[in-house]
């Protein structure tokens, strides 16, 4: 059998050179002992509650435990956990030691808990570490601290169909995962996570997933780090302090702010989205809403806010989009707003659509900043293959070499659009060129 040795919290302070910290005077510390009997150098704290470790194998375990943070020991508890004994689940008695975690065990803490996991560098894991697991039921106020190691996935807390998830916490200080989230239950009511990653590698970040992209009010924090993809759900914050970050996904009303760090690109959904960006870097494009498939539903209501920071720092067409969509969509009232920062991109547009598409009431502010002069930069209120291109607005407050268009359709051998009712305002500074509207095939009438 494994055995786990189990520490004061006191003593593990003095090995871990943070004596005197008063955070950890009320938990217990586990140490992880493997299969052989030797020290892994990887710890666990929980406050006072229940623990559950599980080892699938030829042997499928599951031990759960009391832990007496006054008596400073962690005692394995008689009964079934859940999921129950039809599940397969074999489970300690009182006078069996405890299961040790030595990469091959998953581990889930009790609702409430506070678990802060210190795994070995070089330990290599496809298991999951989870604050609090079970099919049924509710969670909230569960906290988890990773510290290091590689896992396949860190989170909150995950529940079966239509649970309450909320307010639970991950924190990420460091190691190698492929999946952060701070809570998850199918068409549950996920909300009120938080997610942050201070450091370390993760390929995908949630803040909370109910598998229908709806999680309202989960915040994600990227502080340091590098992550792959930022998967953003409904009605969720991404805020983006340092870091790298490849790409942030998806969401409707939700809000993005960068204010440092290096992020590839950003694609949000399709409507209500607000991206913010005081600083740092996108590499690439910006899209305040994004949609690619047939259906008529709108690309709507999105703000994209440039206030400072650097936009393109690639070889690649760097654009901004306030709305795209490809075909037979509507693209409206979707707003770019350029404040300030360094720009080295191509194209600027409120909104844009494919064939078929109706572009309406997009608007593109820019007040100042400072852009490359290496080549013509293209502005465009609006912008249709085919549809119309209507009642879109581009407002200059500051000199650009610009080519300037409020409504324009012809792209490539098409541009039919009916382009109409569109504005150009050049309040101060100068461009190259501005045209209210322009069509290739289209009809043109009513810009100014």
Request: charged share 10%.
């Amino acid at each position: 059998m494994k055995r786990v040795r189990k520490k004061s919290a006191l003593a593990l302070a003095v090995l871990l050179g943070i004596m005197g910290n008063s955070a950890y005077a009320a938990r217990t510390a586990v140490e992880f002992i493997n299969s052989d009997g030797q020290h892994t150098g990887q710890y666990f704290y929980v406050d006072a509650g229940t623990l559950y470790t599980t080892e699938t194998g030829n042997n499928d375990i599951t031990a759960y435990f009391d832990v007496d943070t006054t008596a400073g020991t962690a005692v394995a508890k008689t009964g079934t956990p859940f999921g129950g004994a039809s599940a397969g689940f074999k489970y300690f008695k009182n006078t069996d030691s405890i299961a040790s975690w030595n990469g091959t065990v998953d581990l889930m803490g009790e609702n409430g808990c506070s678990l802060e996991i210190f795994g070995d560098k070089s330990a290599s894991s496809t298991k999951t570490i989870c604050g609090y697991s079970a099919p049924t039921g509710s969670a909230s106020n569960v906290v988890v601290t990773f510290y290091g190691g590689k896992v396949e996935a860190v989170c909150g807390a995950s529940l079966g169909i239509n649970c309450d998830v909320t307010n639970n916490t991950v924190n990420i200080n460091g190691g190698q995962i492929n999946t952060v989230m701070g809570g998850a239950s199918y068409y549950g009511n996920v909300r009120d996570n938080i997610v942050n990653i201070n450091g370390g590698q993760i390929n995908t970040v949630m803040g909370g997933n109910d598998h229908n992209y709806n999680s309202n009010n989960s915040t994600i924090n990227i502080n340091g780090g590098i992550v792959g993809a930022v998967e953003v759900h409904s009605n969720e914050t991404v805020n983006v302090n340092g870091g790298e970050v490849s790409a942030i996904l998806g969401g409707n009303n939700s809000t993005i702010k960068i204010t440092g760090g290096t992020v590839d690109h950003i694609m949000c959904g399709i409507t209500g989205n607000n991206i913010v960006v005081n600083g740092g870097t996108v590499t690439r494009w910006i899209y305040g809403g994004r949609k690619s498939d047939t259906d008529m539903t709108s690309v709507s209501g999105n703000t994209i806010t440039i206030n400072d920071g650097l936009i393109g720092d690639s070889d690649d067409n760097v654009s901004v989009y306030g709305g795209y969509a490809t075909v037979n969509t509507e693209v409206k009232n979707n707003v770019v707003n350029i404040n300030n920062g360094s720009f080295n991109v191509e194209n600027i547009y409120g909104g844009y659509g494919g064939n078929s598409s109706i572009v309406d009431g997009n608007t593109v502010n820019i007040n100042n900043g400072t852009f490359s002069d290496d080549d013509f930069i293209y502005v465009y209120g609006g912008s249709a293959t085919t549809g119309v291109v209507s009642n879109n607005i581009v407002n200059i407050d500051c000199t650009l070499k610009a080519v300037v268009y409020g409504g324009y359709s012809g792209f490539g051998n098409s541009g039919d659009a009916t382009v109409s009712n569109n504005v150009v305002t050049i309040n101060s500074g100068t461009i190259q060129c501005a045209c209210a509207g322009s069509s290739k095939n289209g009809d043109v009438f009513g810009n100014v």
